[in-house]
């Protein structure tokens, strides 16, 4: 008997994280959708996806250079700059971009490496949706803040391969607006990281009741629903 009921309540337990995971998606995807962003136009949209492109050529990117890439006057484009919240974008001494929006020449807590260039993401959310903007495969490396564990995968356009530990699970937040306004690091990107399994992720939840704690494939599919939301406009250059 003991046997049988430890076998129930595991099977509680697993379908209660399912039932806690699909609730989880329904909110995060409708938050993506509706409040994340801000509206944007097709010119927003645009630079901002080859804005994402250049930097993952690995070299700083001037206004001139994104400019020059999208056709597009300059003065144009040191407007649409202009209009981004200065949280998600930095600049080197030269005034050049070397970071935008989760992508990153300057370190930063998870390494990201894709066509042969070493960058980084600000959250590990943005190495879910980066390499269907990039159209290519990324290796991404990181360790789970609760123990210290490596954790490390493939991730292509597709979806996320030779994931070690392969119980690995993601945190998001949701916080508003005016939260992210001026602090998108210390608002979103700092409480959005990998756990070695979802029993750790738990753990650490205990001190982050706000966070939901996801598998990795709810996570990647809420990277799409992401990238969709941002770039509805231009959905079919991606």
């Given at each position: 008997?003991?046997a049988i009921r430890r076998m129930r309540n595991r099977n509680d337990c697993v379908s209660a994280d399912m039932m806690a995971e699909k609730d989880n998606f329904e909110a995060i995807a409708h938050y993506l959708r509706t409040?994340?962003?801000?509206?944007?136009?097709?010119?927003?949209?645009?630079?901002?996806?080859?804005?994402?492109?250049?930097?993952?050529?690995?070299?700083?990117?001037?206004?001139?250079?994104?400019?020059?890439?999208?056709?597009?006057?300059?003065?144009?484009?040191?407007?649409?700059?202009?209009?981004?919240?200065?949280?998600?974008?930095?600049?080197?001494?030269?005034?050049?971009?070397?970071?935008?929006?989760?992508?990153?020449?300057?370190?930063?807590?998870?390494?990201?490496?894709?066509?042969?260039?070493?960058?980084?993401?600000?959250?590990?959310?943005?190495?879910?949706?980066?390499?269907?903007?990039?159209?290519?495969?990324?290796?991404?490396?990181?360790?789970?803040?609760?123990?210290?564990?490596?954790?490390?995968?493939?991730?292509?356009?597709?979806?996320?391969?030779?994931?070690?530990?392969?119980?690995?699970?993601?945190?998001?937040?949701?916080?508003?607006?005016?939260?992210?306004?001026?602090?998108?690091?210390?608002?979103?990107?700092?409480?959005?990281?990998?756990?070695?399994?979802?029993?750790?992720?738990?753990?650490?939840?205990?001190?982050?009741?706000?966070?939901?704690?996801?598998?990795?494939?709810?996570?990647?599919?809420?990277?799409?629903?992401?990238?969709?939301?941002?770039?509805?406009?231009?959905?079919?250059?991606?």
């Amino acid at each position: 008997m003991p046997a049988i009921r430890r076998m129930r309540n595991r099977n509680d337990c697993v379908s209660a994280d399912m039932m806690a995971e699909k609730d989880n998606f329904e909110a995060i995807a409708h938050y993506l959708r509706t409040q994340l962003f801000p509206n944007s136009d097709i010119m927003s949209q645009r630079t901002c996806l080859n804005l994402y492109r250049l930097l993952a050529q690995g070299e700083p990117v001037s206004p001139l250079v994104l400019a020059s890439t999208m056709g597009e006057d300059d003065g144009a484009i040191r407007k649409e700059l202009a209009d981004i919240d200065p949280s998600r974008l930095r600049y080197d001494e030269n005034k050049n971009i070397i970071a935008f929006a989760g992508l990153s020449q300057a370190p930063a807590p998870h390494r990201f490496l894709c066509k042969g260039h070493a960058l980084y993401t600000w959250c590990v959310f943005d190495a879910l949706f980066l390499p269907q903007l990039l159209g290519a495969k990324a290796m991404v490396t990181t360790v789970c803040p609760v123990t210290d564990t490596t954790i490390s995968m493939c991730v292509t356009p597709d979806g996320p391969q030779q994931i070690e530990p392969v119980d690995t699970v993601m945190s998001f937040v949701m916080p508003d607006q005016e939260d992210l306004c001026g602090n998108l690091r210390g608002a979103f990107c700092n409480y959005v990281n990998f756990f070695a399994s979802r029993d750790i992720g738990k753990t650490w939840r205990q001190n982050n009741p706000n966070a939901a704690i996801l598998s990795l494939d709810a996570a990647f599919a809420l990277g799409r629903v992401r990238n969709e939301s941002y770039f509805k406009n231009i959905i079919h250059e991606l």
